[in-house]
């Protein structure tokens, strides 16, 4: 059976500012023009609702990994594509989602943005206040940022244009996956 008729979980993970909401929102739009309905999981808005009581400790990223998670095994299985874009810094905490969404309909993308682009980027200005020691616990200034190690794919968004970037996420759908 072809991934788009076994909805898929396209899982963008990178640092802050390296573009994994613009792309998930691009993505989104493309697989509309397809007619393949998908959810947006943005980690931004999942802070600010269903994990705006936690904090930044590793057990409180894993918890809103978790949550992420289990959105989109929800999404997966009323037969839409479901595209997280969070930080989810940890490896482990990426394999407890691919385990528990399925390996089978499991993407990992690493946004694989450099820091130092990311931080010319710092639209919210949170690496500024993490360098100045305002913000603890910041991944990839005081907190680490673990890189995917076999990613289905890895996309620096500062070297490649945005539409490019989604045709090769989109030309995923045409692979089989375990």
Known sequence: ??????????????????????????????????ALPSQLVDGDTL???????????????RANVLRATELCRSINDSGEIAIAA???PFRADRELARDLIGAGRFLEIHVATP?????????????RKARRGEIKEFTGISHPYEVPLTPHLALDTSGIALAECVNQLTALLDLEFA
Do not use: N
């Open 1 to 34: 059976m072809p991934p788009f008729e076994k909805p898929l979980t396209f899982w963008l993970t990178g640092l802050s500012g390296s573009g994994k909401t613009t792309l998930a929102t691009a993505l989104a739009e493309a697989l509309a023009l397809m």
């Open 47 to 61: 802070r600010q609702q269903q994990s705006a009581g936690l904090g930044y400790s590793r057990d409180h990223r």
């Open 86 to 88: 969070l930080i989810s």
């Open 115 to 127: 820091l130092i682009v990311c931080e010319q980027r710092d639209p919210k200005g949170l690496y």
